[in-house]
């Protein structure tokens, strides 16, 4: 058995956030994590169905291999590329944080929101600036406990099979 977070539903929930917010016809972004990892797959399936779902105007989606420093790199290019940008979707906070420096780097602190993923410790002063719209806590702590409650009940003979799914919540200021 899988124990572990709805990747997909908690990028949906980012998403729809970010949706909500802009209203349809929004100008984003995506700042994919390691395409060859099924967390990062999911997670831009999540952000691509709250784009379906909302309306909203995907100007162009990259990797950035969960890297901060590469995401605000992508991020400055983005705003070269594409200036009328008001929404970007990180699929994780990491990047988010080099977004938020690529935006406050060319003078638009807080004009374009910013939804991460993960509701790392230093995501939550920018959910309080404004600087981030949302994030997604995945309730790492629950994760090892069940992963390890199950492995040992797995050990005592029981049997699972498919996905035992943790908790997700969206986190905003």
């Known amino acids: ?17 970010l949706g909500k917010a802009l209203g349809k016809g929004g100008k984003v972004v995506i700042l994919e994590g390691n395409p060859e990892a099924d967390n990062a797959k999911q997670r831009k399936l999540g952000f691509d169905d709250s784009v379906k779902e909302h309306g909203l105007d995907l100007l162009d989606s990259k990797t950035a291999h969960w890297e901060t420093e590469e995401a605000n790199t992508l991020m400055t290019n983005f705003l070269t ?20 420096k690529a935006i406050d780097a060319a003078g638009k602190s ?17 959910l309080k600036e404004g600087k981030m719209l949302a994030t997604v806590e995945q309730y790492g702590a629950q994760m090892a406990a069940m992963g390890i409650d199950y492995g040992l009940r797995e050990l005592a003979g029981e049997k699972f099979s498919g996905w035992v799914k943790t908790d997700v919540k969206l986190i905003t200021a």
Request: net charge negative.
């Open 81 to 100: 590329q594409h200036p009328d940008i008001q929404g970007v979707m990180a699929a994780n906070d990491s990047m988010a944080l080099g977004v938020v």
């Open 110 to 126: 807080g004009q374009i929101k910013v939804v991460g993923f993960d509701n790392i410790p230093a995501v939550g002063p920018l």
């Open 1 to 17: 058995a899988f124990v572990g977070p709805d990747s997909r539903a908690g990028a949906k929930l980012a998403g729809g956030a």
